[in-house]
């Protein structure tokens, strides 16, 4: 049996993907709270992934690029001292259907294939309703509510009329957000989108690149964080229902901590009780919607 431990600390992060490990680095450097991060899987990174190929050759796996909207992102790389290049893509894009490949034209200059018409006409459409969800408030825009209650696979199909196109645009989405359409909100993948801009996703979203990797990047604030990050770990139960501690169990250990230094606010916390459906490194939601159904693949870091 393995050996665990119990922790206190002021700010448990739960998952060591670049969101987790951004809001890790930036409690590190505050120095004000302690911080503890727990990691379900044996290694840093989530959906983004340096892969040595058996020839030597470094790839990435998952998260590659980044475009000028993504701010956030590229004044961190800055930060960690990893280094920006510039990344568009050269040669050709094409792309498979039914065993068939395409050449991807978009836009089309030539004159294109009923697929590619009938998907620039979903893109436009998508296009037009990505600019209705304000980025401060998607919850104000016009049939905000429907648009929620409807999955980006149901958009697809009602929006496409033949099975390439379909096939198509539901890859293009599910290599955006690394998952399976008809598990997103249509409202959220808007707003998604809307917040990054139309224009950085068709023209400029793939402007940057980091040297050795984008996983570089949670692997320098990993390096930094050091023992305060736990591999192997997956959170499988969350307990909020005592007023003044919230403890997480993994299984390396358990981990615990006051909600908030005042206890007046300590109300505002909502109180649950968590199971996770995670028990297993092969089970985590990274494994199910991750580099199993998806690879984009590119090389030269
Ligand atoms: C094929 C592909 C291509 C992509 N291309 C790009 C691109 O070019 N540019 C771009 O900007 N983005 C791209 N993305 C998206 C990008 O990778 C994600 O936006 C980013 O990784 C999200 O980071 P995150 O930390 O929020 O989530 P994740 O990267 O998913 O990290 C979540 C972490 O939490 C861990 N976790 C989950 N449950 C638990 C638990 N119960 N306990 C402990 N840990 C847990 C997971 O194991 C994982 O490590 C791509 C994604 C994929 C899949």
């Known amino acids: 049996m393995s050996k665990t431990a119990a922790l206190s600390v002021d700010v448990l992060v739960l998952g060591a993907g670049p969101s987790g490990l951004s809001a890790a680095w930036d409690i ?3 120095r004000r709270h302690s911080v503890h991060v727990v990691e379900a899987s044996e290694r840093v990174g989530g959906r983004t992934f340096n892969h040595t190929l058996p020839s030597g050759i470094l790839i990435e796996r998952g998260g590659t690029w980044a475009g000028p909207t993504q701010t956030a ?30 050449k991807v034209e978009f836009p089309s200059e030539i004159a294109p294939i ?12 998508f296009e037009a309703l990505c ?8 919850w104000t825009a016009p049939a ?7 999955s980006v696979g149901d958009w697809i199909r009602a929006n496409t009329h033949l099975d390439e196109s379909r096939a198509w645009l539901t890859g293009c989405i599910r290599k955006l957000q690394g998952g399976d359409p008809d598990k997103v909100s249509l409202l959220w993948m808007l707003h998604f989108i809307q917040s990054a801009s139309f224009e950085d996703l ?15 990047i949670s692997l320098n604030i990993a390096n930094r964080l050091g ?26 250990g358990s981990s615990g901590g006051a909600p908030n230094d005042r206890g007046d ?37």
């Open 28 to 30: 590190l450097k505050d």
């Open 73 to 102: 992102l590229l004044a961190l790389a800055k930060d960690l001292g990893v280094a920006i290049k510039s990344g568009k893509p050269e040669g050709k894009t094409f792309y498979g259907f039914g065993g068939r490949w395409n």
């Open 114 to 125: 009923e697929a590619q018409r009938d998907f620039e006409r979903a893109m436009a459409t």
């Open 131 to 138: 600019r209705t969800v304000p980025t401060n408030a998607p």
């Open 144 to 150: 905000a509510k429907t648009l929620d209650a409807m």
């Open 202 to 216: 068709l023209d400029t979203a793939e402007d940057y690149r980091f040297v050795g990797g984008a996983q570089s």
């Open 227 to 252: 023992d305060r990050l736990w591999l192997n770990a997956p959170a499988t139960r969350i307990d909020q229902t005592a007023r003044d501690w919230i403890a997480i169990e993994t299984p390396r």
């Open 265 to 301: 606010d300590a109300g505002l916390v909502a109180r649950h009780r968590f199971r996770a459906g995670v028990t297993s490194r092969s089970s985590t939601p990274n494994h199910r919607v991750g580099h199993h159904e998806l690879d984009q693949v590119s090389r030269d870091l």
